[in-house]
């Protein structure tokens, strides 16, 4: 081949190149080509086949945040981070590529598989309407060290308490809602809550002067009574002990002001439901000193109760 051929076939191969990856999108309205399978009894995990946008893949290449479509019976329609096992399943994958994918969802855990992209770098599903306005203060981010402002809150059992009545206990608070679908968000809190409770009990030297909050952010649905229900199903779910362990409630306002403190975010639209979430597991030491904010959902019972028992011992 002469140097001009070679030009030729390179320059061919670059506009085939051009060609292929500016093919475009299947419309929206394209039926999935798998059709939804229903849950396996014998796993018990439940798949869901849904079709999205990528608007962000994280730098493990194990999450990526979806913009995705509303999953009947299970979601509405949001932005939110989903995990991946197997990286090869994300690792092509760019911003604003249309994807189908499932969706796994077992007891403790959920995930994505089947990834496929349907298009490349198509137009983004339109965001959904944000337009909704909320009072907010203007709240410090606190850091380990800073001491926890008073919050009045309501207990599960309809009881008026604030969160400075803890001073000589060690405290941990993290955040959820009771209707929350995610296995490995919420539900997982409640889990490792549980699994905090059962420890301290049989830890020989742990600590008696500690409390667990559980603080719904979904305050229109979460009444006490709602709370109430939960907390016995979660204690005849995972044998939880309930007896140093509070769900509560409050006015939007101050749990607004509270999860803000620590960078942890809900859908706050009024009428909404606050799927579209992240995590926040806060605790503050028996000087009322926040002494460690756990990030996410990855943080084990056992480095829970370490941090209860060195709370536990800070003098006020
Ligand atoms: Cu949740």
């Known amino acids: 081949m002469t140097l001009g051929g070679a030009l030729l076939a390179l320059l061919i191969g670059g506009l085939l190149l051009g060609r292929s990856s500016m093919r475009v999108s299947v419309p929206p309205s394209a039926p ?22 990528v608007k962000e893949l994280k730098a493990d290449g194990k999450t990526v945040v979806i913009d995705h479509e509303e999953i009947p019976n299970y979601m509405a329609k949001m932005t939110m981070p989903f995990k ?22 077992a007891e403790y855990e959920s995930w994505i598989d089947q990834v496929t992209k349907t298009g490349k770098g198509a137009s983004p599903v339109a965001d959904p309407d944000r337009k909704s306005f909320r009072l907010v203060r203007d709240v410090e981010v606190l850091k380990e060290g800073d001491a926890l402002p008073s919050y009045p809150l309501t207990s599960h059992l309809g009881k008026a308490f604030n969160t400075a009545q803890f001073k000589g206990q060690a405290l941990a608070i993290t955040f959820i809602f009771t209707r929350c679908p995610i296995p490995d968000f919420c539900p997982r ?3 490792r809550f549980s699994e905090v409770t059962k420890r301290m009990n049989a830890l020989p030297d742990a600590p008696k002067n500690y409390h667990l909050i559980s603080l719904s952010f979904d305050v229109d649905y979460d009444t006490p009574l709602v709370l109430q229900n939960h907390a016995n199903r979660v204690k005849a779910q995972h044998g939880a002990d309930m007896s140093q362990w509070t769900f509560a409630t409050g006015k939007l306002i101050d749990i607004d002001d509270l999860t803000e403190r620590f960078g942890m975010t809900f859908a706050r639209e ?22 460690k904010v756990f990030v996410g959902n990855e943080w084990k019972a056992d480095a829970l109760v370490s941090e209860l028992e060195k709370a536990a011992k800070a003098k006020p």
């Open 32 to 53: 999935l080509p798998v059709p939804p399978t229903p849950p396996t009894a014998s796993t018990n995990v439940q798949t869901f086949f849904v079709r999205g946008v």
């Open 84 to 105: 991946v096992k197997d990286t090869n399943q994300s690792a092509s994958l760019g911003t604003n590529d249309p994807i189908h994918f499932r969706l796994n969802v």
């Open 189 to 191: 809190m409640d889990f």
């Open 270 to 291: 009024p009428g909404t439901v606050p799927f579209n979430h992240n995590l926040r597991t806060v605790v503050v030491d028996a000087a009322g000193k926040v002494q």
